[in-house]
Protein backbone atom coordinates (compact mmCIF):
# COMPACT_ATOMS: atom_id res chain seq x y z
CA UNK A 1 0.00 0.00 0.00
CA UNK A 2 1.28 3.49 -0.94
CA UNK A 3 0.91 6.62 0.85
CA UNK A 4 -1.31 9.23 -0.56
CA UNK A 5 0.40 12.57 -0.84
CA UNK A 6 -2.19 15.21 1.11
CA UNK A 7 -3.75 17.47 -0.89
CA UNK A 8 -2.22 20.69 -1.26
CA UNK A 9 -3.33 24.29 -2.50
CA UNK A 10 -1.10 25.63 -5.02
CA UNK A 11 1.52 28.58 -3.79
CA UNK A 12 2.03 31.48 -6.42
CA UNK A 13 4.85 33.45 -5.23
CA UNK A 14 5.32 37.20 -6.72
CA UNK A 15 9.13 38.17 -6.75
CA UNK A 16 11.20 40.92 -8.36
CA UNK A 17 15.04 41.31 -8.08
CA UNK A 18 14.23 45.03 -7.93
CA UNK A 19 11.97 47.16 -5.95
CA UNK A 20 9.16 49.27 -7.25
CA UNK A 21 8.03 47.61 -9.90
CA UNK A 22 4.20 46.47 -8.41
CA UNK A 23 4.68 43.47 -6.89
CA UNK A 24 2.85 44.26 -3.87
CA UNK A 25 0.46 45.93 -5.51
CA UNK A 26 0.19 42.71 -7.95
CA UNK A 27 0.02 40.18 -5.27
CA UNK A 28 -2.41 41.83 -3.12
CA UNK A 29 -4.91 41.63 -6.23
CA UNK A 30 -4.22 38.38 -7.33
CA UNK A 31 -5.13 37.47 -3.70
CA UNK A 32 -8.26 38.62 -4.52
CA UNK A 33 -9.00 37.41 -7.80
CA UNK A 34 -7.83 34.25 -6.95
CA UNK A 35 -9.96 34.02 -3.34
CA UNK A 36 -6.83 32.57 -2.05
CA UNK A 37 -6.33 31.15 1.37
CA UNK A 38 -3.76 33.86 2.65
CA UNK A 39 -1.44 36.53 1.36
CA UNK A 40 1.62 35.51 3.09
CA UNK A 41 3.46 38.68 3.34
CA UNK A 42 7.04 38.10 3.60
CA UNK A 43 8.34 41.55 3.02
CA UNK A 44 9.21 42.65 6.29
CA UNK A 45 9.95 46.80 5.38
CA UNK A 46 6.82 48.87 5.52
CA UNK A 47 5.81 49.30 2.21
CA UNK A 48 4.42 45.92 1.69
CA UNK A 49 0.96 43.75 1.31
CA UNK A 50 0.77 44.24 5.34
CA UNK A 51 0.67 48.24 4.87
CA UNK A 52 -1.56 48.15 1.94
CA UNK A 53 -4.31 45.59 3.83
CA UNK A 54 -4.35 48.06 6.32
CA UNK A 55 -2.52 46.15 9.73
CA UNK A 56 -0.19 48.14 12.14
CA UNK A 57 2.35 44.81 12.88
CA UNK A 58 4.04 47.41 15.39
CA UNK A 59 1.04 48.09 16.93
CA UNK A 60 -0.17 44.35 17.25
CA UNK A 61 0.29 42.65 20.52
CA UNK A 62 1.51 39.38 18.39
CA UNK A 63 3.29 38.52 15.36
CA UNK A 64 1.17 35.93 13.65
CA UNK A 65 3.84 35.43 10.92
CA UNK A 66 6.81 35.21 13.23
CA UNK A 67 5.05 32.88 15.82
CA UNK A 68 4.28 30.57 13.32
CA UNK A 69 7.25 30.22 11.53
CA UNK A 70 9.58 29.82 14.99
CA UNK A 71 6.52 27.59 16.83
CA UNK A 72 6.06 25.31 13.55
CA UNK A 73 2.02 25.69 13.88
CA UNK A 74 0.18 26.86 11.26
CA UNK A 75 -1.10 30.55 11.09
CA UNK A 76 -4.64 32.15 11.31
CA UNK A 77 -4.82 34.45 8.88
CA UNK A 78 -6.23 37.64 9.61
CA UNK A 79 -10.11 38.40 8.03
CA UNK A 80 -11.76 41.52 6.78
CA UNK A 81 -14.57 42.21 4.58
CA UNK A 82 -14.17 42.69 0.87
CA UNK A 83 -10.13 41.91 1.49
CA UNK A 84 -8.25 39.13 0.96
CA UNK A 85 -7.17 37.04 3.83
CA UNK A 86 -3.72 38.06 5.24
CA UNK A 87 -0.80 36.56 7.30
CA UNK A 88 1.28 39.59 7.87
CA UNK A 89 4.80 40.17 8.21
CA UNK A 90 6.66 41.95 10.53
CA UNK A 91 10.18 44.22 10.87
CA UNK A 92 11.03 41.42 12.94
CA UNK A 93 11.58 38.69 9.90
CA UNK A 94 14.81 39.82 8.62
CA UNK A 95 16.86 39.23 12.16
CA UNK A 96 15.18 36.26 12.66
CA UNK A 97 17.10 33.10 13.76
CA UNK A 98 15.76 31.22 10.60
CA UNK A 99 16.64 30.27 7.03
CA UNK A 100 14.92 29.93 3.61
CA UNK A 101 14.21 26.11 4.36
CA UNK A 102 12.11 27.11 7.41
CA UNK A 103 10.44 29.29 4.61
CA UNK A 104 10.03 26.64 2.55
CA UNK A 105 8.58 24.08 5.02
CA UNK A 106 6.21 26.35 6.46
CA UNK A 107 4.95 27.21 3.40
CA UNK A 108 4.29 23.59 2.12
CA UNK A 109 2.76 22.63 5.37
CA UNK A 110 -0.01 25.61 5.22
CA UNK A 111 -0.78 24.94 1.83
CA UNK A 112 -1.80 21.26 3.33
CA UNK A 113 -3.56 22.80 6.02
CA UNK A 114 -4.96 25.75 3.62
CA UNK A 115 -5.77 23.31 0.60
CA UNK A 116 -7.54 23.46 -1.48
CA UNK A 117 -7.40 27.24 -1.94
CA UNK A 118 -4.09 29.07 -3.14
CA UNK A 119 -1.69 30.85 -1.09
CA UNK A 120 -0.33 34.12 -2.30
CA UNK A 121 3.30 35.07 -1.40
CA UNK A 122 4.41 38.70 -1.51
CA UNK A 123 8.02 38.80 -1.05
CA UNK A 124 11.10 41.16 0.12
CA UNK A 125 12.77 42.36 -3.70
CA UNK A 126 16.17 41.13 -4.43
CA UNK A 127 17.77 37.98 -2.47
CA UNK A 128 16.54 37.43 0.39
CA UNK A 129 16.53 33.93 2.32
CA UNK A 130 12.75 34.71 2.83
CA UNK A 131 12.11 35.29 -0.91
CA UNK A 132 14.64 32.18 -1.68
CA UNK A 133 12.78 29.60 0.31
CA UNK A 134 9.09 30.92 -1.14
CA UNK A 135 10.59 30.65 -5.01
CA UNK A 136 11.79 27.18 -4.70
CA UNK A 137 8.26 25.71 -3.10
CA UNK A 138 6.10 28.05 -5.84
CA UNK A 139 4.07 26.20 -8.02
CA UNK A 140 4.36 29.62 -9.82
CA UNK A 141 6.72 32.51 -10.16
CA UNK A 142 4.87 35.35 -10.96
CA UNK A 143 7.27 38.26 -11.88
CA UNK A 144 6.01 42.26 -12.86
CA UNK A 145 8.24 43.67 -15.26
CA UNK A 146 7.57 47.51 -15.91
CA UNK A 147 9.29 49.12 -18.77
CA UNK A 148 13.31 50.12 -18.17
CA UNK A 149 16.16 49.08 -18.81
CA UNK A 150 16.97 48.46 -15.41
CA UNK A 151 13.96 46.42 -15.04
CA UNK A 152 15.12 44.43 -17.93
CA UNK A 153 18.80 43.90 -16.93
CA UNK A 154 17.04 42.57 -13.42
CA UNK A 155 14.70 40.11 -15.65
CA UNK A 156 17.45 38.66 -17.18
CA UNK A 157 19.50 38.24 -14.09
CA UNK A 158 16.39 36.81 -12.65
CA UNK A 159 15.99 34.09 -15.26
CA UNK A 160 19.32 33.16 -15.64
CA UNK A 161 19.40 32.23 -11.54
CA UNK A 162 16.08 29.99 -11.78
CA UNK A 163 15.74 28.73 -15.12
CA UNK A 164 13.03 25.61 -15.29
CA UNK A 165 11.59 27.20 -12.88
CA UNK A 166 7.75 28.31 -13.75
CA UNK A 167 7.13 31.67 -14.10
CA UNK A 168 4.56 33.83 -15.58
CA UNK A 169 5.79 37.43 -16.28
CA UNK A 170 3.24 40.40 -16.07
CA UNK A 171 4.01 43.68 -18.56
CA UNK A 172 3.27 46.20 -15.10
CA UNK A 173 2.96 50.01 -15.36
CA UNK A 174 2.91 49.99 -19.44
CA UNK A 175 1.95 53.26 -21.26
CA UNK A 176 -0.43 54.08 -23.43
CA UNK A 177 2.57 53.59 -25.86
CA UNK A 178 4.50 51.46 -24.62
CA UNK A 179 8.89 51.68 -26.21
CA UNK A 180 9.27 48.73 -28.95
CA UNK A 181 12.81 48.04 -27.66
CA UNK A 182 11.34 46.61 -24.20
CA UNK A 183 8.27 44.58 -26.23
CA UNK A 184 10.51 42.93 -28.13
CA UNK A 185 13.05 42.58 -25.58
CA UNK A 186 10.43 41.27 -23.00
CA UNK A 187 9.39 38.55 -25.96
CA UNK A 188 12.63 37.20 -26.74
CA UNK A 189 13.59 36.60 -22.67
CA UNK A 190 10.06 34.56 -22.47
CA UNK A 191 11.03 32.68 -25.66
CA UNK A 192 14.35 31.93 -24.61
CA UNK A 193 13.53 30.98 -20.81
CA UNK A 194 10.16 29.14 -22.26
CA UNK A 195 8.66 31.14 -20.02
CA UNK A 196 4.69 32.72 -20.04
CA UNK A 197 3.58 36.16 -20.40
CA UNK A 198 -0.01 37.61 -18.96
CA UNK A 199 -2.01 40.37 -20.89
CA UNK A 200 -0.50 43.76 -19.45
CA UNK A 201 -1.09 46.23 -17.00
CA UNK A 202 -1.60 49.68 -18.05
CA UNK A 203 0.20 52.15 -16.19
CA UNK A 204 -2.38 52.96 -13.28
CA UNK A 205 -0.69 55.97 -11.62
CA UNK A 206 -3.31 56.45 -9.35
CA UNK A 207 -3.15 53.41 -7.88
CA UNK A 208 -0.12 55.22 -5.54
CA UNK A 209 -1.87 57.16 -3.93
CA UNK A 210 -5.25 55.55 -3.59
CA UNK A 211 -6.59 55.42 0.13
CA UNK A 212 -8.80 52.84 -0.33
CA UNK A 213 -7.33 49.31 1.02
CA UNK A 214 -10.17 47.39 -0.88
CA UNK A 215 -8.76 45.75 -4.10
CA UNK A 216 -9.55 47.31 -7.00
CA UNK A 217 -11.14 43.98 -8.02
CA UNK A 218 -13.45 44.19 -5.18
CA UNK A 219 -14.61 47.40 -5.16
CA UNK A 220 -18.14 47.78 -5.92
CA UNK A 221 -19.26 50.57 -8.00
CA UNK A 222 -15.76 50.82 -9.29
CA UNK A 223 -15.34 54.24 -11.72
CA UNK A 224 -14.32 53.53 -15.27
CA UNK A 225 -10.74 53.82 -14.37
CA UNK A 226 -10.99 51.22 -11.41
CA UNK A 227 -13.20 48.99 -13.77
CA UNK A 228 -10.25 48.80 -16.68
CA UNK A 229 -7.63 48.22 -13.80
CA UNK A 230 -9.59 45.34 -12.79
CA UNK A 231 -10.20 43.70 -15.58
CA UNK A 232 -6.37 43.64 -16.23
CA UNK A 233 -5.87 42.49 -12.83
CA UNK A 234 -8.51 39.63 -13.24
CA UNK A 235 -6.99 38.68 -16.90
CA UNK A 236 -3.69 38.53 -15.08
CA UNK A 237 -5.28 36.35 -12.44
CA UNK A 238 -6.73 34.15 -15.31
CA UNK A 239 -3.50 33.43 -16.68
CA UNK A 240 -2.25 32.49 -13.13
CA UNK A 241 -4.84 30.08 -12.36
CA UNK A 242 -4.80 28.25 -15.88
CA UNK A 243 -0.63 28.28 -15.25
CA UNK A 244 -1.02 26.39 -11.55
CA UNK A 245 -3.54 24.33 -12.79
CA UNK A 246 -0.99 22.60 -15.48
CA UNK A 247 1.85 22.89 -12.87
CA UNK A 248 -0.11 20.61 -10.57
CA UNK A 249 -1.82 18.40 -12.19
CA UNK A 250 1.96 17.58 -14.34
CA UNK A 251 2.83 17.14 -10.67
Known sequence: MTNAR?????????????GGVGKTTLAYELGAVL???AIVDLDFHGGGVTNL????????????LLD???????????????RPSLVPSHPDLSAADLDADDVAEALSRWAVDWAPKPIVVDTHPGDHWTT??????????????PPG???IAALEDMLSDYRNFPILLV?????????????????????????SLAPPISEHRWLRNRLLTTPVTRQTRPGRRTELAAQQFRAAGQRAAELCQQTTTAA
Open 171 to 195: PNMVPRTPPAWWIDRLEALARAANV
Open 35 to 37: DVA
Open 149 to 151: RRE
Open 6 to 18: PMRGAIITVAGQK
Open 132 to 145: NGALHVADLVVVPV
Open 53 to 64: WGFAPRNAQRAP
Open 68 to 82: ALESGRTPRPKHRPN
